[in-house]
């Protein structure tokens, strides 16, 4: 699995080039890879809220559309510690072969799970199982895949092309609200719940093995890691060596930009749906919207980044995270008609999660080559940990402080992001990867 490298000092810097076939693969890979490991992560929360009492059960409907998807997020951070450490030390595309694989089949298991009416109870701890499993998976994906993206692009274009690969999840998320507005527009009454909902998870699957094969047929690993010194503990030196204030002052960073997640994507869904706002289709075409047109915001970010450096960057975004994410979580739940919803769950998604738009170039360019996929799997996952876990926490919340609860959050997870982006140092964006 390995590939062969030579032993040079980790901190000699290398001359970049353009890269070949195989490096705009690599890239291509990238995006193409942070697209099917959004695409896992967000299937049940837009295929199977809207069905929930039907495949779960009525009394099972609270724990499955919280558990399900906490799952998955739970998984990401083991999968970055076993499979990223992996990744450092036997090479980005075997690891990412294996972690696509995962994916693929425990996607396509989701597929054929019996509902409540077979298994009762059981439907739920099995799906939760698969979840946490695929989760793991991707978290080993990404912690592979994005590094190795990033070492193969231009210095002055990692920002650009990190945003297009942070643009991935939302287009992945539109993607899936597309497929279950189609599904639900055009299937006859009750068979979405019986076996629609089933047809998303198949088309995961198929996505995750043909990226796989992707990888395993056209991607080459990249010099930076190939001259890297090799490492026997890639993970010890990010979490207690010498790179551990990078990993904790991303790790502060990472969790301020998952509590805006949170509640900006599975909190609002659920609470637009609990709350009768919007039908099943409705809810669709408010989330397709929201994700297309950050998706767009975040390609256009990366590039901005570079322009105003990543330091300064993540501080004026934090700076309107405070202001404009509690205004207008309030605006979409006080609005009226699917148009006004759909825009102002669009301009929240902007002022929140656009925010991840430099973070594939910024986590690299946090860590040398040698644990660069330990620190960014590890930072980008482990910071997730209590965020994920807000079904836990935020009803607590809520019942303490009512309405304010989401705002609050949402207000927490800017001052994070700015205080991390002010602790960090400024990367030098016209520096080759080493």
């Not at 992560?41 to 998807?69: C, E, N, R, S, Y």
């Amino acid at each position: 699995m390995a590939s062969a490298r030579p032993a040079v000092d980790s901190d000699a810097r290398l001359e970049w080039s353009a890269p070949a076939d195989g490096g705009r693969r690599a890239v291509r890979g990238g995006a193409l890879g942070n697209y099917v490991d959004q695409f896992d992560i967000m299937l049940p929360v837009v295929t199977m809220t809207p069905v929930a009492d039907q495949v779960f059960g009525a009394q099972h409907v609270v724990a499955a559309t919280g558990w399900v998807f906490v799952a998955t997020l739970l998984g990401r951070p083991l999968g970055a510690v076993v499979l990223g450490p992996l990744a450092d030390r036997l090479g980005r595309t075997a690891t990412t072969q294996v972690a696509l694989a995962g994916i693929a089949l425990t996607t396509a298991l989701v597929a054929v799970v019996p509902d409540h009416r077979v298994l009762g109870a059981g439907t739920i701890a099995l799906v939760v199982l698969l979840r946490f499993l695929g989760g793991v998976f991707v978290g080993g994906e990404y912690s592979a895949a994005i590094p190795l993206a990033m070492e193969w692009s231009a210095p002055r274009r990692r920002g650009a092309l990190s945003g297009l690969v942070m643009a991935m999840s939302p287009w992945a998320n539109a993607t899936i609200s597309a497929v279950v507005l189609l599904l639900t527009s055009v299937l006859p009454h009750g068979a979405y719940a019986a076996w629609g909902w089933r047809v998303p998870f198949v088309v995961g699957a198929v996505l995750a093995g043909a990226l796989c094969l992707y990888y395993r047929s056209l991607v080459p690993e990249s010099d930076s890691w190939r001259a890297a010194a090799p490492r026997t503990r890639p993970l010890r030196e990010v979490l207690v060596g010498s790179h551990r204030r990078a990993l904790w002052q991303v790790f502060v960073l990472m969790s301020g930009l998952w509590l805006l997640t949170q509640m900006a994507v599975p909190t609002l869904t659920a609470q637009l749906r609990a709350g009768g706002h919007l039908d099943a289709r409705q809810l669709s075409f408010t989330l397709l919207v929201a994700t297309a047109g950050s998706a767009v915001a975040m390609h256009l970010a990366g590039d901005a980044s570079t322009r105003l450096g990543r330091r300064r960057f993540f501080l004026g975004f934090a700076a309107v995270v405070v202001v404009a994410a509690p205004l207008t979580w309030a605006g979409v739940l006080a609005a009226r008609g699917l148009v006004a919803v759909a825009v102002l769950g669009l301009v929240l998604q902007v002022v929140t999660v656009t925010g991840y738009a430099p973070v594939g170039a910024y986590l690299a360019e946090r860590f040398p080559a040698g644990v660069r996929a330990s620190g960014y799997g590890v930072g980008y996952s482990l910071s997730l940990v209590v965020p994920a876990l807000y079904p836990l926490w935020l009803p607590v919340l809520q019942r303490t402080v009512g309405g304010a609860a989401v705002p609050a959050v949402l207000v927490l997870g800017g001052l994070l992001l700015g205080a991390a982006a002010w602790w960090g140092p400024e990367p030098d964006v016209d520096a080759p990867l080493a």
